[in-house]
């Protein structure tokens, strides 16, 4: 089965400063990979996706993702963080099981300090 | 409508009682999903609606969980004899299905608690 792992329950960073929120991915085939991000009581939004071609994908907000095929990675990324930025982020992979459903890492929480 | 819709976006109930949340999904979607998202448990698959095929039901974790999606739009997810470990968000989500790489699009959920 596909898989996604995220290694960090939380990072913490000032604001100004970059940050990256870290994904790691284990899949047969061609990765289809999202990023999702979950605000205090809301739901999840889309922010960014990697279906093919350009490694660096730059999605919502600012965000951005680069896709290493040789690391299995596709951390997120943000050259300047703001206190708004301060959620819950979801990686993700469309999986080949139930209608290609998603199936998400364990989630990242991030802190973006003034 | 503009998004994928749910509801009620709060419930609580008391343990034993059956409740009904419900999702209307972005017009013209074809693919429904219904995850839950517990404390602690990450977000977890339930079932898959396609058009009207019969869906994908190998995510719901007891038969006291159902679903259905009545005329390919509208799904509504059943809870019976609801528990306290049935306390959890659940997020219902849409895409216009086929290709993989279509984006899949998420409600706010339904926040259910169980005393």
């Known amino acids: 089965a596909q898989s996604v792992a995220q290694p960090e329950d939380q990072v913490n960073v000032a604001e100004g400063n970059p940050l990256t929120v870290k994904c790691t991915y284990s899949?047969?085939?061609?990765?289809?990979l999202f990023w999702y991000v979950q605000y205090p009581n809301r739901g999840l939004q889309f922010l960014l996706k990697y279906i093919t071609g350009d490694n660096l994908v730059k999605g919502s907000y600012g965000f951005e993702a680069e896709f290493n095929k040789s690391q299995t990675s596709f951390h997120l990324k943000k050259p300047s963080a703001l206190v708004s930025d301060s959620a819950l982020y979801f990686c993700?992979?469309?999986?080949?099981?139930?209608?290609?459903?998603?199936?998400f890492g364990g989630g990242t929480r991030l802190m973006v300090k003034p | 409508g503009a998004g994928v819709s749910q509801s009620p976006s709060n419930k609580v109930t008391e343990k034993g009682k059956d409740v009904e949340l419900r999702c209307d999904p972005i017009s013209g979607h074809t693919a429904l999903y219904w995850y839950r998202q517990s404390l602690g448990q990450g977000l977890e698959f339930l079932i898959y609606f396609q058009g009207n095929s019969a869906p994908d039901k190998s995510g719901l974790p007891s038969d006291r969980f159902s679903a259905e999606r009545t005329g390919g739009s509208v799904s509504t997810l059943t809870i019976q004899r609801t528990q306290q470990e049935d306390s959890a968000v659940y997020l219902c989500?849409?895409?216009?299905?086929?290709?993989?790489?279509?984006?899949?699009?998420f409600g706010e959920g339904s926040w259910l608690t169980v005393v």
């Open positions: 989500a849409s895409t216009s299905g086929g290709s993989s790489g279509n984006t899949i699009y």
């Open positions: 993700a992979v469309r999986d080949w099981r139930a209608g290609n459903m998603l199936t």
């Open positions: 899949v047969s085939g061609n990765p289809y």
